[in-house]
């Protein structure tokens, strides 16, 4: 696939792994919709939480969560299933383990102590510190509840991290989803596991559909809520993806023709995609999804929409010619990529001041959280990129015995 410079240390993939270069710039889009979402939400909407249109395009921007569910499970599952069909070989689960703590926790404990100084959070330097530096603290539906008083909720801790808790679980379930596809796969032709596969990931999406919903519904069960089982649908689709993009690799012309037909046609994905948004703008009650008053059905029909338009999203992405149709031009922005690059840390340092700014704090409007947010949380995201996330990312393939190694003073080693 054509390249657009070298990936960022942070996105980049394993050794001899292909980059899927517009990945990062999708990755930057989404980022730029979820901080209009959280300045929305903590500016109390467009004149109030009402039904008015504006307030409804903006508040159904959450759908891109589902993009990053799916692009984080298609990015980390297919260079540990590469190796099946003849590519580069898996990453060791050491190495693994190592890219994804390197990846979240230091970056994550930066933004988490600094705010709890300046301008301060709650309970973070309490008896239960360690449960916000484990991220354990949406594990227990009454921690915050216990820690913080109702008028503190968003400044106890990063409330936004539920999403990265999700993200956690996700990774420790991963190695094991893929050794017992490894299992499935053993001695059998792909064009035979692919099928088993895909149609184990269509019954664990249908399953994360059927109880997140309905008369089963699990979706106040802080177990299903906020780990990986309540996302499984946007997240099998990602890992689908992942098994697809192994099998055919990156010959477009070998793609299955309803995949190739799409591939062809970023355009039209895109146009699908937006009418698709633009259907849940009109027809959803305007709330975040995580805490909306949906029905069953209504929440299961949302998860199922939101999941079908990051697809379509995806595929010119994924798929399709990163040098080619107006997704591929919009995506190839230098900025874009740039947001793409330091969207974790953007992610980190945005509710904090945008609390503050809003009605947690100086009460003021949408245009000027908008401004004052991104005047602190952009270069605190960048800070934390250059000096922390990419320096430590260039350690993930070093194993701990070498890290201690290089420790060790030139006057130990003589």
């Given at each position: 696939?054509?390249?657009?410079?070298?990936?960022?240390?942070?996105?980049?993939?394993?050794?001899?792994?292909?980059?899927?270069?517009?990945?990062?710039?999708?990755?930057?889009?989404?980022?730029?919709?979820?901080?209009?979402?959280?300045?929305?939400?903590?500016?109390?909407?467009?004149?109030?939480?009402?039904?008015?249109?504006?307030?409804?395009?903006?508040?159904?921007?959450?759908?891109?969560?589902?993009?990053?569910?799916?692009?984080?499970?298609?990015?980390?599952?297919?260079?540990?299933?590469?190796?099946?069909?003849?590519?580069?070989?898996?990453?060791?689960?050491?190495?693994?383990?190592?890219?994804?703590?390197?990846?979240?926790?230091?970056?994550?404990?930066?933004?988490?102590?600094?705010?709890?100084?300046?301008?301060?959070?709650?309970?973070?330097?309490?008896?239960?510190?360690?449960?916000?530096?484990?991220?354990?603290?949406?594990?227990?539906?009454?921690?915050?509840?216990?820690?913080?008083?109702?008028?503190?909720?968003f400044r106890c801790g990063l409330p936004q991290t539920w999403t990265l808790v999700v993200e956690v679980t996700f990774y420790f379930?991963?190695?094991?989803?893929?050794?017992?596809?490894?299992?499935?796969?053993?001695?059998?032709?792909?064009?035979?596991?692919?099928?088993?596969?895909?149609?184990?990931?269509?019954?664990?999406?249908?399953?994360?559909?059927?109880?997140?919903?309905?008369?089963?519904?699990?979706?106040?069960?802080?177990?299903?809520?906020?780990?990986?089982?309540?996302?499984?649908?946007?997240?099998?689709?990602?890992?689908?993806?992942?098994?697809?993009?192994?099998?055919?690799?990156?010959?477009?012309?070998?793609?299955?023709?309803?995949?190739?037909?799409?591939?062809?046609?970023p355009g039209l994905c895109w146009s699908v995609g937006l009418a698709l948004y633009a259907f849940t703008v009109f027809e959803f009650?305007?709330?975040?999804?995580?805490?909306?008053?949906?029905?069953?059905?209504?929440?299961?029909?949302?998860?199922?929409?939101?999941?079908?338009?990051?697809?379509?999203?995806?595929?010119?992405?994924?798929?399709?010619?990163?040098?080619?149709?107006?997704?591929?031009?919009?995506?190839?922005?230098?900025?874009?990529l740039w947001i793409g690059a330091i969207s974790y840390g953007l992610y980190l340092w945005q509710v904090t001041p945008a609390t503050?700014?809003?009605?947690?704090?100086?009460?003021?409007?949408?245009?000027?959280?908008?401004?004052?947010?991104?005047?602190?949380?952009?270069?605190?995201?960048?800070?934390?990129?250059?000096?922390?996330?990419?320096?430590?990312?260039?350690?993930?393939?070093?194993?701990?015995?070498?890290?201690?190694?290089?420790?060790?003073?030139?006057?130990?080693?003589?």
């Amino acid at each position: 696939m054509e390249q657009l410079g070298p990936a960022p240390a942070t996105l980049a993939p394993p050794a001899h792994h292909p980059r899927f270069p517009l990945s990062d710039s999708i990755r930057g889009i989404a980022a730029i919709a979820v901080l209009l979402v959280h300045i929305w939400l903590f500016t109390g909407g467009f004149g109030g939480f009402t039904g008015t249109l504006p307030n409804r395009a903006m508040v159904r921007l959450d759908g891109f969560v589902a993009v990053f569910f799916l692009l984080s499970a298609f990015l980390l599952y297919r260079p540990l299933i590469a190796h099946r069909t003849g590519g580069p070989a898996a990453p060791s689960l050491g190495t693994y383990a190592r890219g994804r703590f390197l990846r979240i926790y230091p970056a994550y404990w930066l933004a988490l102590t600094v705010l709890a100084i300046v301008p301060g959070l709650v309970g973070v330097f309490g008896d239960k510190w360690w449960v916000f530096y484990s991220m354990g603290d949406y594990f227990d539906p009454g921690f915050h509840q216990s820690i913080c008083p109702v008028d503190e909720q968003f400044r106890c801790g990063l409330p936004q991290t539920w999403t990265l808790v999700v993200e956690v679980t996700f990774y420790f379930a991963l190695p094991f989803y893929a050794a017992l596809t490894a299992w499935l796969a053993r001695g059998r032709q792909p064009r035979v596991w692919v099928r088993a596969e895909l149609c184990l990931l269509a019954l664990l999406a249908g399953l994360s559909l059927l109880f997140s919903g309905g008369p089963l519904s699990l979706h106040q069960e802080a177990w299903f809520r906020f780990t990986f089982l309540g996302h499984m649908f946007w997240i099998s689709i990602g890992l689908a993806m992942a098994v697809l993009s192994t099998v055919y690799g990156l010959r477009r012309e070998t793609y299955p023709r309803p995949l190739r037909w799409l591939a062809a046609r970023p355009g039209l994905c895109w146009s699908v995609g937006l009418a698709l948004y633009a259907f849940t703008v009109f027809e959803f009650y305007p709330a975040p999804f995580p805490v909306a008053p949906f029905e069953g059905l209504e929440y299961q029909a949302l998860n199922l929409i939101q999941g079908a338009t990051a697809f379509l999203l995806m595929i010119p992405v994924l798929f399709g010619n990163p040098n080619r149709g107006a997704p591929a031009r919009l995506l190839r922005s230098r900025f874009l990529l740039w947001i793409g690059a330091i969207s974790y840390g953007l992610y980190l340092w945005q509710v904090t001041p945008a609390t503050d700014l809003g009605f947690g704090g100086a009460d003021q409007g949408f245009i000027v959280v908008l401004v004052g947010t991104t005047l602190i949380a952009l270069p605190a995201a960048a800070l934390s990129y250059y000096f922390v996330e990419k320096p430590l990312m260039r350690l993930k393939r070093v194993p701990v015995g070498e890290w201690l190694r290089r420790l060790r003073p030139a006057s130990n080693e003589s």
